[in-house]
C-alpha cells in the first residue's frame, strides 16, 4: 500500500467517532464517543486477553488461527492480528461494523484478518474454515435471548481456548421442589431478563430486544455443560475497569482439554 493510500485510509478513520480508539500508524487514535469514558472498559478487556495469550499461547503464533465472534468494530480482532496470530476472522451480523472493521483492517495493514457476516445463530464451523485455538466471545451472550445457543456455537469452533466476557446479573441459589416435594433440583444459576426492545436499532444493543443475561454461576456451569472441559474466572488487573473488578462483568476461559 503506497503512503497515499495509507493517509487516506487514515483520514477516513479520523473523520469519524468510533467505539474504540484505535491507534494508527501515524501515532494518531480514532476518537471516541464522549470524552472517552468506555476507553478504560476496552483496554482492561485487552489487558486480561493478553494475560492469556502470554500463558496459553507464548512465542510464535504464525500457525495460530483465532474467530472473534460479534467482533464489533474489530477492537479485539485487530490485537489478535498485531499479536502474531497467523489467520483472524471476526464475525458480525451487522453491515455496518463489518465496513467499520473493515475500514480499520485496512487502515492498519492487517492482511490476516478476513471478515464473515453472520449471525451468530447461523454460523457453522465451514463458514470460519472450521476449529480455531482460539474463540472470542466478547460483549455479545448478554444482547441475546439464547444465550446457551451462542455458546455452543462457540465450543463447535473451538480447538483449545475459548474466551467469554458478558455482563452478569447477581446470582441465585437453593433448591426447587421439581413438580413435587418429592423431586427436588438445585439452581445452578439463574438469568437476568433486560429489555431491549427500544434500542435495537442501536450499534451496541441486541438485534431481537429481548436479553437473557447469566449469572457467573450459570456462565460457567453451562459451559461445562456445552462441552468445555476447564472453565475458570480470568482475574482482573489492579486498577481495571469497575465493572470487571466488582465483578458485574467477567471474563471467563473454557478449554477444550
Known amino acids: 500500500m503506497s503512503a497515499t493510500d495509507s493517509a487516506a485510509l487514515e483520514d477516513r478513520a479520523l473523520a469519524k467517532t468510533w467505539f474504540y480508539p484505535f491507534r494508527l500508524p501515524s501515532g494518531r487514535t480514532t476518537p471516541t464517543y464522549g470524552v472517552g469514558e468506555l476507553d478504560p472498559i476496552h483496554h482492561t478487556r485487552s489487558q486480561m486477553l493478553d494475560a492469556l495469550l502470554a500463558q496459553e ?21 485487530a490485537q489478535l492480528a498485531q499479536a502474531g496470530f497467523g489467520r483472524v476472522t471476526g464475525v458480525d451480523t ?34 470460519v474454515g472450521g476449529v480455531h485455538d482460539l474463540v472470542l466471545c466478547f460483549g455479545l451472550i448478554y444482547h441475546l435471548e439464547n444465550p446457551v445457543g451462542a455458546l455452543r456455537v462457540a465450543r463447535s469452533l473451538t480447538k483449545r481456548v475459548c474466551v467469554v466476557e458478558t455482563q452478569v446479573v447477581p446470582g441465585m441459589t437453593g433448591w426447587v421442589d421439581y413438580g413435587s416435594y418429592r423431586f427436588v433440583r438445585p439452581l445452578k444459576g439463574s438469568f437476568g431478563i433486560i429489555d431491549e426492545i427500544d434500542d435495537t436499532h442501536g450499534p451496541e444493543a441486541s438485534t431481537t430486544g429481548i436479553c437473557l443475561v447469566p449469572s457467573v454461576e450459570a456462565l460457567v456451569w453451562i459451559m461445562q455443560r456445552v462441552g468445555f472441559k476447564r472453565v475458570e474466572v480470568l482475574p482482573v488487573p489492579a486498577g481495571g475497569y469497575e465493572q470487571l473488578v466488582h465483578h458485574k462483568r467477567v471474563m471467563v476461559a473454557g478449554w477444550v482439554d
Open 57 to 77: 499461547f507464548p512465542g510464535d503464533r504464525s500457525a495460530l488461527t483465532a474467530v472473534d465472534l460479534a467482533c464489533h468494530q474489530g477492537w479485539f480482532s
Open 94 to 127: 451487522r453491515d455496518e461494523h463489518i465496513a467499520d472493521a473493515t475500514l480499520i483492517r485496512d487502515a492498519l495493514g492487517l492482511s490476516q484478518w478476513q471478515l464473515h457476516q453472520s449471525d451468530v445463530h447461523a454460523l457453522q464451523p465451514q463458514d
